[in-house]
């Protein structure tokens, strides 16, 4: 009697851990599907605020955007602009004053970068003439930059993401700061606050503000215009390992609020994810930085970057190479006859 009574005491024990281990678990289960839930809204929401497409995506039709879609692989090399703007009052558009191209092929695993100068005489296709690249977007947003930028270096911009330089430091911030490497001492003036800031030589880490500061700086740098650019690169790339990684999980929500309120991009939703699993997969690769040659001149009392021919199509082979993989070149002819052939026979 005695047994019976201790092995019906121990099968209620037993089922009162499986029913609390049940319940826990689904607890559990549920505030996971809770959170996976609101974060998805939450994404689709910051995503939607932020898409805007190109003219010439907004104008193709239907049909040509499904050809698109299907000509295009999901480890096909692919092509993205990185734009800073600067801000000014009672202007449409202000100006691009961080222009940064990158080509990035997941077969290879290279990715290559170029930035390209502020001041450098460009043929505007959009307006005709000649002027500086980040006058492109003053007068035309981004869609006269990545024409003008396409005419120049000869391959498709497939992807832009452009911040002004509030939403960077936001960025920034958000992602826990950046780890820099500091070419040499220099002080530059904060925003905002108009405090300087020493930038002693050697591993420094910024915050926000102070990394604004970092890559916006070009008089003090012997390098002028392109010492800027190796800063600008060495930061972006910071950011992008940080926002990309397991640790800052936890801070998505913050990062959708940030990239909502100060970002814009073609990236549609269904391929931001797909997008920084790529990135993942390749970040440790060393990124080839390639570097546009030219002078500074004064034309008409206006300072100018030419930029040297032979450099420009040094510049031009790499990036093409980099998307020379079955994928980017076929896909960006596939995608210039689709939305031609399908305009033209409306």
Request: negative net charge; hydrophobic residues 35%.
């Amino acid at each position: 009697m005695t047994t019976s009574r201790q092995t019906k005491r121990k099968t209620k024990t037993r089922r009162k851990l499986l029913y609390t281990i049940l319940i826990i678990s689904m607890v559990l289960l549920s505030g996971v599907i809770v959170f996976a839930t609101n974060l998805s809204f939450q994404t689709k929401n910051a995503m939607n605020k932020i898409y805007e497409p190109l003219d010439r995506e907004k104008n193709a039709t239907e049909e040509a955007e499904n050809k698109i879609e299907n000509a295009k692989a999901e480890d096909s090399a692919f092509t993205i602009l990185l734009a800073g703007i600067e801000n000014e009052e009672k202007a449409k558009y202000g100006r691009a004053d961080v222009l940064i191209l990158a080509t990035i092929n997941p077969k290879t695993e290279k990715i290559s970068m170029v930035s390209i100068p502020r001041d450098s005489r460009v043929y505007v296709p959009d307006l005709g003439y000649q002027t500086k690249i980040n006058h492109s977007y003053a007068f035309g947003g981004i869609n006269y930059t990545i024409n003008t930028l396409e005419e120049i270096l000869d391959v498709p911009i497939d992807y832009y993401v452009s911040t002004d330089f509030q939403g960077f430091e936001d960025i920034v911030d958000t992602v826990g700061g950046v780890d820099v490497e500091v070419p040499f001492t220099f002080s530059a003036q904060l925003t905002g606050s108009l405090k300087w800031k020493k930038y002693t030589e050697g591993p420094m880490y910024l915050n926000g503000n102070e990394a604004l500061a970092y890559v916006r700086m070009r008089k003090k740098d012997p390098q002028g215009d392109a010492g800027r650019n190796i800063r600008q690169k060495q930061v972006i790339q910071e950011i992008i390992n940080k926002a990309t990684s397991v640790s800052n999980i936890g801070n998505i929500d913050d990062m959708i609020k940030d990239v909502g309120n100060n970002v814009k991009t073609n990236i549609p939703s269904s391929e931001y994810f797909g997008l920084i699993k790529t990135y993942q997969n390749i970040k440790t690769s060393p990124i080839e930085q390639l570097k546009l040659e030219g002078e500074d001149t004064t034309i008409r009392g206006t300072s100018y970057f030419i930029i040297d021919e032979e450099s420009l199509e040094e510049v031009k082979r790499q990036l093409q190479l980099n998307l020379d993989d079955f994928g980017q070149n076929a896909q960006s002819e596939i995608k210039s006859k689709t939305v031609h052939d399908l305009t033209i026979g409306e």
